[in-house]
């Protein structure tokens, strides 16, 4: 390009080939000036074309550029203008954008707006053409037709952002009432014919009637209807049969009248005598294999095919007779006896392997009816077997039935195995050194002891995979891997060739639909550089840190595969959300039921609220403000959450809250023993790395305990029971709180554990901030480790350690809610929930003995437990619980304080977690206050 000149690119390769031509040779950049008119943000152009001041530009580099500009589908073209400069060149670049769609949003329907928004054909992102918009409106218009809505209106409203150049959609959707079926008519084109004495247009208008009458308007329902009207006329003979529909739209009355018109064909009717295995839709479902055909196919050919099926299905002795009258045909069975199969025969099988062999033909041992299917999967079988153990040629040479009795049969296979392959060394070419690494020294030491190894087709392959994972992990993300077998079967010598290709780096990321969010926020969530080795578990971390902001609908993150070299493009796509979200939930909900926990207080009502400000200050923030109401339990609280503190990847947040919620009563009691109320305004921050994270909260809270109202007459007695100063009853304490926690976090799935393990550190301390309740300070400390270990694919060991220590001044000045507890669904499960020793009998005030829990400032908690997969679904456990709680770390040695608990379990697994039931008996037992064992029903995993 001469200086003082200037050129216009519109995307296409012609024009990017002018560029080429107009830079024959590169230049320095001195100076580079933007014109983007809001469409983009400087730094992101800057990092797109590569200018920076002082780069040496080439013609190559500015097109690469240029063609990642365009990939943004924002601009329809770029000027750009060379002018000479002092030191080097300055370069002029003014982006000239288009229209694009930011967003489209669905008002006026509760239910089903993703359904109606795929009818709109162009997506967030894409170059907003007006005519595709009518056409998408069409599109909603008949979907809403053909759901009954035959005068629903939908107001669009186009709001065009003239800084962004966006456009947001939305759609007013009224439906309307929807309309019902009126009259059907139906009218055939063979007026004559007639289905059971009644002609046939008679009889099919009954049946339509029957099916559609008084309902609602509904496409869906009246294909359904007229696919069965179909099947109907194929069972009385009629096999190609056109159904033609008019509709007539009667808005006064707000109906449909439908009118059929039925285009029969040629009738041919197949009737069936004799048949008792197969029932005539069976068999008629046979015959309608042949499709429209079937008018004009020879009768003796359908006969073939029904021999056919009864064969596969053991009736070997069937009999089928044909009479074949004009337009019907009539078919007399004799099925005979079914073929009964017991035992299996193998010829041909070398007695080491014949126990393995005979394996798959297990059902066979008990006589059962001849299923050809059953034999072909058992033959395919044992044939992939013999692959995998190194009998690559085998193969079986006869199959027969020998009689061994009235209709009795026994299944003789002759097999040919061939020659059993052995490996007797591995050489991977080009790259020797990967012999060394685990997967093949282990492998490679095994051979050596024996000498040679039969040919195990399957651990092949997971070393191929392995050497695929190994170069992918390298950036060899187009690394082909292929093994060779060379030598005679007795001696192979395993040879893996490899050719890695070019290595992959990640290249430059290209934001499509942005919008006017920060270019520098999302670039600060990437989870890759530029230049850095490709890897794909990089883009998946990507996505989930840019989704996991909740400030976007969608959020799309992928490879462009239309640049081939070395660097790769990422393409990043976003959808914009709402930014107000308002949900309300309500229902019920199980907390838990036991022994002593009955099904009133276990189930509860649920009331909830949930509002969201997404991005108020277009920082990727959050305001948010929840209210959940239970029986037993309120919430209300404010959030502000903020991604990053410091321009470091630290979660922040700032939060007020008040909560209620009841201690269950003591043993036998229905009634709730005290109250805790907690109020304050904390701010906390949360780093977050790769399954480790740690939290640190601080701020103040408002602690107080009151004794439920239906036991205040008896306050004192409870203060004395659960050892707890009664002169901090109602006294509505503020604290200075402050809570570290750290959590490693490496289980397979949270729901689920099948392998990994969880590890939580927390500490929490709580200060009085007034000095008459000096001495109720306390620092809580907690500890916990769980292990998960798959011992089979159905079989899942897992074990909790958990330990907790309070430091305090006295007991009875540390609330109550703060002590630790055992007993219960997660802990030891033998006992009650928080009803673990050390507890205290009282009288109430009617002289009737009651225990309530103390709780305790020293805890250690262990759980084992074993789960085994029966189906899918369904699975059971046994577990060893132990435990000891007290105040004081000195009995630690006394087994009097030790609790322990053995029992078993089902777990039933739903969407929302497995429904868990557990049964426990304790180790011993005070007869007097406890009962030998205890039980649980609620959702989720103990650990």
């Not at 992102?125 to 007006?130: A, K, P, Q, S, V």
């Not at 039969?454 to 050497?467: A, G, H, N, S, T």
């Not at 007795?490 to 992959?504: D, Q, R, T």
């Not at 393990?757 to 301390?765: D, E, P, R």
């Amino acid at each position: 390009m001469p200086a003082e000149a200037g050129i216009t690119v519109f995307g296409d390769d012609r024009d990017l080939a002018i560029l080429s031509q107009a830079i024959p040779q590169g230049f320095f950049l001195s100076y580079v000036e933007l014109i983007t008119h809001n469409l983009i943000e400087s730094t992101e152009l800057i990092d797109l074309l590569g200018l920076k001041n002082g780069a040496f530009i080439t013609a190559q580099s500015l097109t690469q550029g240029l063609e990642l500009l365009f990939k943004k589908n924002k601009f329809s073209m770029v000027k750009l203008r060379l002018e000479n400069d002092m030191v080097g060149k300055k370069l002029c670049v003014e982006c000239i954008g288009i229209w694009t769609l930011r967003s489209i949003v669905i008002h006026g329907v509760l239910v089903g707006k993703e359904l109606y928004k795929r009818h709109y054909v162009l997506e967030p992102g894409d170059n907003f053409d007006i005519t595709k918009h009518h056409h998408s409106l069409e599109r909603l218009h008949e979907a809403l037709r053909k759901e009954g809505y035959f005068d629903a209106r939908i107001e669009p409203v186009i709001t065009y952002d003239d800084q962004t150049k966006s456009v947001d959609v939305a759609l007013y959707i009224k439906r309307g009432t929807a309309f019902s079926i009126g009259a059907i008519h139906v009218a055939c084109k063979n007026a004559t014919l007639s289905l059971d004495d009644e002609p046939l247009h008679k009889r099919v208008q009954v049946l339509l009637r029957s099916g559609l009458t008084g309902m609602r308007y509904n496409w869906q329902s009246i294909n359904k209807t007229t696919h069965h009207i179909k099947q109907y006329l194929t069972k009385k003979g009629f096999n190609d049969v056109k159904i033609e529909l008019e509709e007539v739209v009667d808005t006064n009355r707000r109906r449909i009248d439908l009118s059929f018109s039925l285009d029969t064909g040629d009738k041919r009717e197949f009737l069936f005598f004799g048949n008792c295995f197969f029932s005539r839709e069976q068999l008629q479902e046979i015959i309608a294999s042949f499709g429209p055909t079937i008018s004009i196919v020879p009768p003796s050919m359908i006969e073939q095919e029904l021999v056919r099926a009864y064969h596969d299905k053991g009736f070997w002795e069937i009999s089928i007779q044909i009479k074949d009258e004009q337009s019907t045909c009539f078919f007399l069975i004799n099925e005979g006896n079914r073929a009964v199969i017991e035992g299996c025969e193998l010829k041909g099988v070398d007695t080491s392997r014949l126990t393995e062999a005979t394996k798959f033909f297990k059902r066979l041992s008990k006589p059962i009816d001849f299923d050809a299917n059953y034999v072909c999967q058992a033959t395919e079988a044992l044939l992939n077997w013999y692959n995998d153990v190194g009998y690559c040629s085998a193969q079986i040479l006869r199959q027969e039935f020998v009689t061994i009795g009235e209709n009795r049969h026994k299944l003789v296979l002759t097999l040919d195995e061939g020659p059993c392959s052995f490996l007797t060394g591995l050489e991977i070419e080009d790259y020797p050194d990967l012999k060394k690494e685990p997967s093949f020294a282990l492998w490679l030491h095994e051979l050596k002891m024996q000498g040679k190894m039969p040919l195990d087709i399957p651990r092949i392959q997971e070393q191929k995979k392995w050497l695929l994972d190994y170069f992918h992990q390298r950036g060899y993300m187009q690394a082909a891997v292929q093994y060779e077998l060379r030598g005679n079967p007795e001696s192979l010598m395993l040879v893996w060739h490899i050719k890695p290709g070019m290595v992959s780096y990640f290249g430059k990321t290209v934001l499509q639909n942005l919008g006017s969010f920060p270019y520098a926020y999302v670039m600060r969530e990437l989870r890759y550089n530029q230049g850095e080795l490709w890897d794909p578990k990089k883009l998946h971390e990507t996505l989930v840190a840019l989704r996991g902001l909740d400030v976007f609908e969608s959020v799309y993150v992928m490879p462009d595969h239309m640049q081939i070299g070395q660097e790769i493009p990422v393409i990043i796509k976003f959808c914009k959300q709402d930014p107000f979200e308002l949900r309300i939930r309500a229902g019920a909900g199980l907390q838990q039921v036991g022994k002593n926990f009955p099904l009133g207080r276990g189930v509860t009502y649920n009331l909830g609220t949930t509002f969201f400000c997404k991005n108020p200050f277009n920082r990727a923030d959050q305001l948010l403000f929840d209210a959940d109401f239970y029986r037993t339990h309120q919430s209300i609280q404010g959030e502000y959450r903020y991604p990053w503190l410091f321009n470091k990847p630290v979660r922040g947040l700032i939060r007020g809250y008040s909560v209620h919620y009841d201690q269950p009563g003591f043993v036998g009691s229905r009634e709730d023993l005290y109250h805790i109320q907690r109020q304050g305004c904390v701010v906390g921050a949360t780093a977050f790395n790769r399954g480790v994270e740690f939290t640190g909260i601080t701020g103040i809270e408002w602690l107080q305990t009151t004794v439920a109202p239906e036991q205040a007459r008896i306050a004192l007695i409870i203060g004395e029971a659960i050892d707890f100063d009664p002169l901090l009853f109602a006294a509505k304490i503020p604290y200075f709180l402050f809570e570290p926690s750290l959590i490693v976090d490496y289980v397979d799935n949270r729901l689920c554990p099948r392998c990994g393990f969880f590890t939580l550190f927390s500490c929490k301390g709580m200060l009085p901030l007034n000095t008459i309740f000096a001495h109720a300070y306390f620092v809580r400390l907690q500890a916990e480790h769980a292990w998960f270990m798959p011992l089979h694919p159905r079989l899942v060991f897992g074990m909790r350690l958990r330990l907790g220590y309070i430091f305090h001044a006295k007991f009875d000045h540390i609330m109550p809610s703060e002590r630790f507890y055992l007993g219960g669904a997660n802990s030891v499960r033998s006992y009650n929930t928080d009803l673990c020793p050390p507890l205290k009998i009282f009288s109430d005030e009617y002289g009737v003995c009651q225990i309530a829990p103390r709780g305790g400032t020293t805890m250690m908690n262990g759980n084992l437990e074993a789960r085994f997969s029966v189906t899918r679904t369904f699975e059971c456990a046994v577990f060893q619980d132990v435990g000891f709680l007290d105040g004081s770390p000195q009995r630690w040695f006394n087994r009097d304080f030790w609790v322990a608990g053995t029992g078993f379990g089902l777990r039933y697994n739903t969407p929302l977690g497995p429904l868990r039931f557990d049964i426990a008996w304790k180790w011993r037992t005070n007869r007097l206050v406890e009962s030998s064992y205890a039980w649980f029903l609620r959702l989720g995993q103990a650990f």
